[in-house]
């Protein structure tokens, strides 16, 4: 009887242990699949806006638009995104992101009040990209840029 | 170590007394179950990344293929579905061999070949999911199957394709089936089948009802290790095989392709091989006859067997059919399979057969060939079209010939001079731009001619990145050619628009470096071409060059 049960308990823990096992072998791979996306860095880019030349120094802002691949499907077409570039008068450009930075509408340029309004909540900004009014926690986020070939591009 | 109360069933099902016999051979059930359980995992997680419609089936694969543990999940799915056709016919064939069928246990077989059939359907339904090429002909066969019945035929085939032909409605039904009906059929007979097995209690091997059979060890944990064991080495057996060989993907599914040999799933291959064997008159006896008795017989089988006893000694009518069934259906799966084999053997090797406008490799142009062709070329006053003084091609002329060297190749130019016919179309009647005479050359002045062209290197001679070039895949190329839409202005083989030149051979007209090359910078090859412009990454430009290459 000491041993039936002695062996009972001994089967018992090989019942757990190699459930155990096949448990594991079908849980690495499902957690690996769902939590792939944490793990999928976004390659930056440097997408061509146009000829500096049509971004004139101390001039109003332009709106740019441009397209890039979209990583964020799969069928790996192209996005159209828009940045807002300006010139100042000592010739820097900059270039801002047309994302709010409260919960990520799409800002628009209000040519007549000098600044970027949002649609969603009410945030405002200044043509520098600096939070007027409203909800937006920071300012809005500005590209990278340089000149190549004649061409002003920014890093997305 | 004390383990927590179960509830009521499990506590009951962990208790059951089996009889001592019961071993290794029991087995399959248990491991089958797991394995099924391993499919809904892996079916859930695929599901999350995958999208039932033709334009993003192949890419949304694709796109589960680029992730590794996409790649092993879609692998574990792949093998497990094999594995689980194996296990399950390996468990039929225990219970025929212990006359496990025999009542009060028939409805647990019928039951159980119910679940098979559901298994064959979850086969037939996943393989168009990829919406690759083998997908595509494999399930436009077998849809064409039950279409070719007498009568009712056509209204079966298009009720199961949805449409006339496999598309896209064909995609969302079996993709309903595959994730929704077959599952829930799936779950209802495994359900009802574990509940007979239940109430009928497991049969002994060959126990005939005189011998007296002990009960007197609870199935946990006496025979649930061995259960566990068989799950895990099934588990581990596909995850071996997913790990090892992946799960395949093709090219997407071109339903214009002439020369594709369709293979279906290789439990299938045995039917389709039927196929071969009936035709004319004698089609129905694989599509409909043959296929429907097997699968009644089967059925039938513990009404069909009257005899008592279990013993296989006392059963060699059950047993010799048993094995003689069996042996058929191995034999047609591999006749099948050897057919399939062969046939892509021969496609190959016409595939690989050189014509007069199938050019391998761009040989170097032989000199006095070349320069019998310069003669002809002044003779023939080619330069009053294709003068050198012009040097550049424009839309509406003659194209500039100083480069052809390094953009045309040599066998294509040899065959098209033969038979000029026309490229470039005009964008709103549709008819050639330009078209180029027929001066009835013969073979002897078309191949010097085109050695004569093969030597004028020009000064468009194209920059190339090998490195990119060798890298790039043909795949890659063909999913940018749909995404930049270049059928908007592109045919092939009569798909697309015809506004640019036809892409259905450009792979024997111009070389890849030359493509490369134009793809990045058209203006520069063909000032004031209409061809847009497209922002292409060299990375992009030698996939597309590559796809291209391909389309011969």
């Known amino acids: 009887m000491e041993d039936s049960s002695g062996r009972r308990r001994f089967l018992s823990g090989i019942v757990v242990g190699l459930n155990a096992v096949t448990g594991l072998l079908l849980a690495v791979p499902a957690l690996g699949y769902l939590l792939s996306p944490l793990l999928r860095a976004r390659a930056s880019t440097w997408v061509r806006l146009g000829p500096i030349g049509s971004f004139p120094a101390g001039q109003d802002t332009v709106v740019a638009e441009f397209s890039v691949h979209d990583d964020a499907g799969f069928t790996g077409g192209r996005v159209r995104r828009r940045a807002f570039v300006r010139r100042t008068d000592g010739g820097d450009v900059i270039a801002l992101s047309s994302r709010c930075t409260h919960m990520g509408c799409n800002v628009s340029y209000n040519a007549g009040a000098d600044s970027f309004e949002c649609p969603c909540h009410g945030g405002r900004y200044d043509l520098e990209g600096n939070v007027i009014e409203g909800p937006p926690p920071r300012p809005l986020d500005r590209y990278r840029t340089r000149v190549a070939a004649g061409n002003l591009e920014i890093e997305t | ?552």
């Open chain 2, 1 to 552: 170590m004390r383990w927590p109360p179960l509830p009521g069933a499990l506590q009951a099902l962990f208790e059951e007394p089996l009889p001592n016999r019961v071993s290794w051979a029991h087995v399959l059930g248990s491991a089958l179950l797991g394995l099924l359980a391993l499919m809904a995992v892996t079916g859930v997680l695929l599901a999350l990344g995958y999208a039932p419609s033709t334009a993003s089936a192949w890419e949304s694969v694709t796109a589960i293929e680029q992730d590794p543990w996409g790649r092993l999940v879609r692998g574990l799915h792949h093998w497990g579905a094999s594995v689980v056709i194996v296990l399950a016919a390996a468990h039929l064939a225990r219970v025929y061999l212990f006359a496990a069928y025999r009542p009060p246990r028939h409805w647990t077989w019928v039951a159980g070949v119910g679940l098979l059939l559901v298994l064959l359907g979850f086969g037939l339904t996943g393989y168009l999911l990829p919406w690759d090429m083998k997908a595509y002909f494999g399930t436009r066969v077998a849809t064409a199957i039950p279409a070719s019945l007498p009568v009712i035929g056509p209204v079966i085939g298009q009720l199961i394709r949805g449409a006339g032909d496999v598309g896209d409605f064909t995609l969302t039904r079996f993709y309903t089936a595959h994730v929704i009906l077959l599952p829930a059929a799936l779950v209802g007979l495994v359900l009802l089948h574990l509940r007979l097995v239940r109430r009928h209690g497991i049969t002994p091997p060959f126990a005939d009802q005189s011998d007296v059979v002990r009960r007197d060890r609870p199935f946990f944990p006496w025979h649930a290790w061995k259960d566990s064991l068989a799950v895990l080495v099934a588990v581990g057996g596909v995850t071996y095989l997913a790990v090892a060989h992946g799960a395949p993907l093709g090219d997407k599914a071109d339903p214009s392709n002439s020369t594709y040999v369709p293979r279906p799933e290789w439990y299938f291959l045995g039917l389709q091989h039927l196929l071969r064997i009936f035709t004319g008159p004698w089609q129905i006896l694989a599509t409909a006859i043959l296929p429907g008795a097997a699968v009644t017989a089967l059925l039938l089988v513990p009404w069909l067997d009257r005899n008592r006893r279990h013993r296989p000694a006392h059963r060699p009518v059950a047993l010799g059919l048993g094995t003689l069934s069996a042996a058929v259906v191995v034999g047609l799966t591999v006749a099948g399979y050897r057919a399939v084999e062969h046939e892509e053997r021969q496609q190959a090797m016409r595939a690989a057969t050189p014509t007069s406008a199938r050019a391998v490799t761009q040989p170097e142009p032989d000199i006095d060939l070349a320069r019998q062709g310069a003669q002809l070329y002044a003779d023939l006053q080619c330069a009053a079209c294709h003068g050198t003084d012009r040097k550049t091609s424009a839309p509406g002329l003659p194209p500039d010939l100083s480069a052809a060297g390094s953009r045309l190749r040599q066998a294509w130019t040899a065959s098209y001079l033969l038979q000029p016919t026309p490229i470039r179309w005009q964008r709103q009647d549709q008819r050639p731009v330009i078209r180029m005479p027929d001066y009835a050359l013969s073979e002897e002045e078309a191949a010097a001619l085109a050695a004569h062209l093969a030597t004028r290197q020009g000064h468009m001679t194209p920059e190339v990145d090998d490195d990119l070039l060798v890298a790039a895949t043909a795949t890659e190329g063909r999913l940018l050619f749909e995404q930049y839409a270049c059928s908007g202005c592109h045919v092939i083989e009569g798909r697309g628009q015809r506004v640019g030149p036809d892409l259905s051979r450009v792979g024997d007209r111009l070389q890849r470096e030359y493509v490369f090359a134009f793809l990045q910078n058209p203006g520069e090859f063909i000032p004031g071409t209409p061809m847009e412009q497209v922002d292409l990454w060299p990375e992009e430009a030698a996939a597309l060059a590559a796809f291209l290459a391909t389309l011969r």
